[in-house]
């Protein structure tokens, strides 16, 4: 089986997409259903007990977790004077601290199964932007997130892939601002493009670890 959080939307659907087409078992972890998930666990991924409760519901199924993909993710746009603690916690709760906590609860079974690890991060986590900070800081800390995983899972047959893809077409800046950016498709990458680039990657032999991708837009 393997578990994306954040299936029911944008990139996290398409790979659901994907796994769900080749027969795979797929748990998604959101609040929203996804339609191509076997499994549905509806989680608030900023909140600590209900991950711990999607963690229990995991281990208890006692099946082999082929792979863990970290892919929910909120966007903030704020200029630097308008920050407010509850958006940091907002963002750094949904997008770092829910993929940590998911690990954490999970690493025994992780280390029994040979669990693979992505930590989807972005092409901001590369580069500073204006209006992105916090967005921007929780990007870099996943990418951090993910370097100290490898060092932790080194000698195992677990492997941690950053992934970090520039602009590519989802709702996630609609949902921040109420504007849709994406209406020209020739400017973003196709969602179901950067879906097949990160299957590919993980459909790589076992003995092959990539520790980072960084797609940008051409």
């Known amino acids: 089986m393997l578990v994306i959080t954040g299936a029911s939307d944008g990139l996290g659907l398409q790979l659901a997409k994907l796994y769900q087409k080749e027969g795979k078992k797929v748990i998604n972890i959101s609040r929203a259903k996804s339609e191509f998930a076997d499994i549905n666990i509806f989680c608030d991924l900023q909140k600590c007990s209900e991950i711990k409760s999607a963690v229990q519901e995991i281990i208890n199924r006692d099946e082999p977790l082929e792979a863990l993909i970290n892919c929910a993710g909120v966007l903030s746009i704020q200029s630097i004077d308008e920050i407010t603690e509850a958006e940091i916690d907002r963002v750094m709760s949904t997008n770092v601290k829910s993929a940590i906590m998911l690990v954490s609860g999970l690493i025994r079974k992780i280390n029994k199964d040979g669990t ?103």
């Open 116 to 218: 693979d690890i992505v930590n989807v991060a972005s092409s901001v986590g590369l580069k500073g932007y204006v209006n992105q900070t916090v967005y921007g800081a929780s990007k870099w800390a996943m990418r951090g997130f993910s370097a100290n995983l490898r060092e932790e899972l080194k000698g195992t047959k677990s492997r941690v892939i950053s992934f970090c893809p520039g602009g590519f077409k989802t709702k996630l800046f609609e949902k921040a601002t109420g504007v849709d950016n994406t209406e020209d498709i020739s400017q973003w990458m196709k969602t179901e493009d950067v879906a097949v680039a990160l299957k590919q990657t993980l459909d790589l032999p076992k003995n092959m670890e990539v520790s980072e991708i960084i797609i940008n837009r051409k």
